[in-house]
């Protein structure tokens, strides 16, 4: 496996390679058919070794991949890419025309050691993973592997994906008929890398929301708010998230009654009869308790005339009345107490 031909030693800016590596290097940058040619005089312990290689390296320089095609004397075709994904599955499907597939399942698919190895990867990986993953592969690999899960993880997954593809992979999925059993192994095995990565790695779960928000309530307002419009500056998204998880609509409960009666003033009926349809009843009795007697009974109706509400819908009331608490309170027409070691945010 290693090259015969002498050449300069990389500079201090290249990596040091091993004979396997430049061989996958020069195996993946050149046709497949002289890569074919090349695998069929190699014996099982070599493509183990390329196999290592393909697992163990990731991307190279653009001056290293010159270097191993300089060393190997070959010509190259034109543009080759300097990342290495895929190359596991490029790599067996070499194998497979040099060798034919009972010989590459007996080097890329070893018997299971153990009945959880016996189910294939992808369906071990969680969603947020497995969706990760397939935003790179082409819609047809994505739909190969969502037909082969639950329709609750398949569904799971397709969400955590981009808009844009969803459709096209559902319409996939909904084509097939059958799948051949060697493209779900090679799929297998291609995805046995990132479990085994995902696996070999220690981590720990942070709710990094939680944590940001739970800070930010123990700041001064003034604090609070200037760190939000801060951040509302180069992540938009996250400064909208945490603004809503510093004051939500269950949070109105825990006004005074001069501040909820000046809030329901503001606050038009259909909003507020949309925004109380999943409210507890704690705060939907406060809301009633600021009330005049008749808007009260009028309100009460309203709510039980209400029929089946989407859930957004309601989402979207709580926080348009939320907004409207929270420029009240910026106005300083009103006082809103909070949750936290301070008395305001």
Known sequence: ???????????????LLTGSQK?????????????????AHL?????????????STHSVSESTVTRVQRE????????????????????????????????????????????????PAYKRLPPPVLASVLETEHPQTTALVLSQLTAEK????????????????????????????????????????????MQSETQTKVDGKEAATGILKRLAQEQSQALLEELAATDATMADKLQQALFTF????????????????????????LALKSAGEELKNKVLSNLS????????EDLALLGPTRISDVEAAQRSIVETALQ????????????????YV
């Not at 061989?23 to 695998?39: C, K, N, P, Q």
């Not at 007697?293 to 009460?300: F, G, K, P, V």
């Open 1 to 15: 496996m290693q090259s015969n031909v002498d050449m300069a030693s990389p500079t201090d800016d290249e990596p």
């Open 23 to 39: 061989a996958l290097l020069f195996l993946v940058s050149v046709d497949e058919d002289v890569a074919t040619r090349v695998i």
């Open 43 to 55: 014996d099982p312990k070599e493509l183990e070794r390329l196999r290592g290689a393909s697992e």
């Open 72 to 119: 190997f004397l070959q010509h190259v075709k034109n543009g080759v890419a300097t990342s290495l994904a895929g190359s596991d599955r490029y790599l067996q499907r070499l194998v497979r025309n040099a060798l034919g597939d009972n010989k590459a399942s007996e080097i890329f698919l070893p018997e299971p050691k153990t009945p959880e190895d016996q189910q």
């Open 154 to 197: 398949a569904a799971e997954t397709l969400n955590l994906m981009p808009e844009a593809i969803r459709a096209e992979v559902v319409l996939r999925i909904g084509h097939l008929e059958e799948v051949p059993q060697t493209i779900l192994a090679e799929l297998d095995a291609e995805f046995r890398a990132h479990l085994d990565r």
């Open 250 to 273: 269950a949070d109105l409960n825990r006004m005074d009654a001069r501040g909820m009666q000046q809030l329901l003033k503001e606050v038009p009926t259909d909003q507020l009869v």
């Open 293 to 300: 007697s008749r808007a009260a009974d009028m309100l009460r």
């Open 328 to 343: 009240l309170e910026r106005d300083g027409r009103i006082t809103i107490a909070r949750d936290g070691g301070g008395e």
